[in-house]
């Protein structure tokens, strides 16, 4: 019985050390991040955001629509199955999107997801027109993720475009 005693009492011993260091590293984390002291984004803002991506997208300027997009932009883009981690890459596919002249995109569904003070998510669906390029329509879904740079402006870290399964164009 009495070794039974030990190692019980071994095992409340080493239970409170490892509850005492978790509660540590969880005030030891919320002195570093300090959630109360930055405002949390509104709907409204990211909305501003989002529609001045839209109308940007919609310009069809390859130069305008590449800058939407952080240098560090990682993405799978509608018109190409690999995985872009190269920024020259991404380039070439925006200037790419914007050679196919679409003159309208209209937005279906969408949501914004706000994550924090600094990130936010808008998934959409979307159903681009042209009169001028060789693809008449495409129907597309993508997700972009949103993070705020050092100079406070929000830009594209990560993008997932697709076709719409289904969708004629």
Known sequence: MQPFLRTLSLAIALGAVITTTACHRHADYD????????????DADAAKITEATVATWQSMDAA???ALYAPDVVGFDVSAAPLSTDRANWTKLQ????????????????????????TFIFSSVGN????????KALSIRCTDVYR??????????NEHCSAVPGAKA
Do not use: E, N, R, W
Request: glycine share 4%; charged share 25%; aromatic share 6%.
């Open 31 to 42: 002195d570093k991040h300090d959630h109360h002291s930055v405002a949390m984004m509104s």
């Open 128 to 135: 681009l027109t042209s009169t001028a390029g060789s693809v």
């Open 95 to 118: 200037q790419g999107f914007a050679a196919m002249k679409f003159d309208h995109l209209a937005i279906t569904q969408s949501k914004t997801q706000i994550l924090d003070p600094d």
């Open 148 to 157: 705020k740079q050092a100079d406070d402006k929000f830009l594209i870290v």
């Open 64 to 66: 305008k629509i590449d």
